[in-house]
């Protein structure tokens, strides 16, 4: 145990004092005896691999935050101010979140009423969605469905979502055309308008926009220079807001 004790602390010595890695080289059986200790020291204390593996998520996350941070540097105008996508809320409002959303995902169902509660209590937030069909066939035939009704009757854009999103069921191109039929607009509309304008330009451009900022699941949000993954919850959403009118970061 003395030499293990003597070369760790030899090892600390050399690292604060850059000596090079050569002048410490182990033989073969120092090299064995050392690799056993580190094992029985892992295996009587077990807890510091979970702490190892704490460490390791928050290097990622910082890592994939500063990264998204970047993105969201060089996509503002794509993120923030698409013509592609609706604004709910107040338009001009201070603080803008932005979702990334699939018809399909359990999540952004169970997160609805947390935009919904967010544009009620607080009518100074201006709320895009951004439609991020990523749940496979029948989530893009839905989002298609949704792109034509955006185009024909913008202004019920909200309640085509709350009512689409907030059903039970998987949405496809025939349960999306149901809604919209039900809020005006006929199929043979939606159908005409898809034919006119498919979005398939539309959804290649939101899933490299996903890519530049790591987004990979739905609900994922942007506020201010924050990507947000995941459904955080009204709280969440609304400390990040209050936030950004206090400091204009999410994190003050």
């Known amino acids: 145990m003395a030499f293990f004790s003597k070369t760790l602390t030899a ?8 000596l090079p890695a050569q ?16 094992k029985q020291y892992l295996i ?3 807890e510091i691999m979970l702490e190892v593996q704490d460490a390791l998520q928050k290097k990622q996350q910082m890592a994939q935050q500063v990264k998204a941070t970047m ?6 105008d794509g993120i923030f101010d698409s013509k592609n996508d609706v604004t709910l809320g107040n338009p001009k409002g201070d603080v803008t979140v932005v979702e990334f959303f699939d018809y399909n995902c359990t999540y952004c169902r169970h997160a609805l009423p947390d935009m919904q509660a967010l544009l009620k209590k607080d009518k100074n937030v201006r709320f895009v969605l951004k439609e991020f069909p990523i749940l496979g066939p029948d989530s893009v035939a839905a989002h298609r469905v949704a792109d034509a009704f955006r185009r024909l009757a913008p202004e019920k854009y909200g309640d085509f979502h709350v009512a689409l999103l907030g059903s039970d069921g998987r949405a496809s191109e025939d349960t999306a055309i149901q809604v919209a039929s039900s809020l005006g607009v ?8 898809m ?3 498919p979005n398939d330009d539309i959804v ?39 936030n950004m009118r206090a400091c204009g970061k999410t994190s003050c």
């Open 204 to 242: 290649q451009a939101t899933y490299q926009l996903a890519a530049n900022l790591g987004i990979s699941g739905t609900p994922s949000y942007v506020i201010g220079n924050e990507m947000v993954p995941g459904a955080v919850g009204i709280d969440d959403l609304e400390a990040k807001v209050k």
């Open 23 to 38: 002048a410490f080289a182990f033989d073969d059986q120092q090299k064995k005896e050392l690799g056993e200790f580190i």
């Open 195 to 197: 034919k006119k304008s």
């Open 11 to 18: 090892l600390a010595l050399a690292a604060s004092i850059a």
């Open 44 to 46: 009587e204390n077990p």
């Open 186 to 193: 006929g199929e043979d509309k939606i159908r005409a308008e």
């Open 71 to 76: 993105a969201i540097e060089n996509n503002t």
